[in-house]
């Protein structure tokens, strides 16, 4: 029988529960929990300074390094990353190797509901609905490498949770 990873991996678009179905499943399971965008917040200074002084690629080099210092640490958890981090083959390569990737996705107009009052959101400045349609079209397959695809637009993030967990037992 193949080990399970000691590592659960939530990726997906901005919006899509990443960071609230982390703490539970962290919870539920004992585990540490990290968000590698609040890593990034600790380590470096605030996201929306990192794009305006670094731009976004200088913002995405900090992004992979955090994430591979969070999958190469002994200790089991769970981690929710950027929306943006799997846009680098080397980070989706390392999140499979070292965990199991679930792909939390959700419709366009949960996603705008959940997301038009934050601030801290550099790629969404300006019209919201219109930049959550146009980086959800260019990043449309971007979640397909994830071992679990899971659709959170009308589940609670308890249900979420529970059937990443299920999942997870059954890998």
């Not at 919870?27 to 590698?36: A, N």
Request: charged share 25%; net charge negative; with cysteine.
């Amino acid at each position: 029988m193949e080990q399970r990873t000691s590592k659960i991996v939530l990726v997906g678009f901005m919006g899509t529960g990443k960071s609230t179905v982390s703490r539970l499943l962290a919870e539920q399971l004992g585990w540490s929990r990290y968000d590698s965008d609040e890593v990034i917040v600790e380590r470096e200074g605030t996201i929306s300074n990192l794009f305006e002084t670094l731009g976004e690629a200088g913002f995405r080099d900090i992004e992979s390094k955090v994430l591979a210092s969070l999958l190469e640490a002994e200790e089991s958890s769970v981690i929710a990353t950027g929306g943006g981090c799997v846009l680098m083959e080397r980070n989706r390569e390392a999140m499979l190797k070292h965990g199991f990737v679930v792909a939390l996705t959700a419709d366009a107009e949960h996603i705008i509901d959940r997301v038009k009052s934050d601030t801290a959101r550099p790629l969404l400045q300006g019209d919201i609905a219109a930049n959550v349609h146009r980086i959800m079209e260019q990043r449309k397959n971007a979640y397909d490498f994830a071992h679990l695809r899971l659709d959170t637009t009308s589940l609670t993030p308890q249900e979420a949770a529970e059937m990443i967990l299920k999942a997870w037992q059954e890998k």
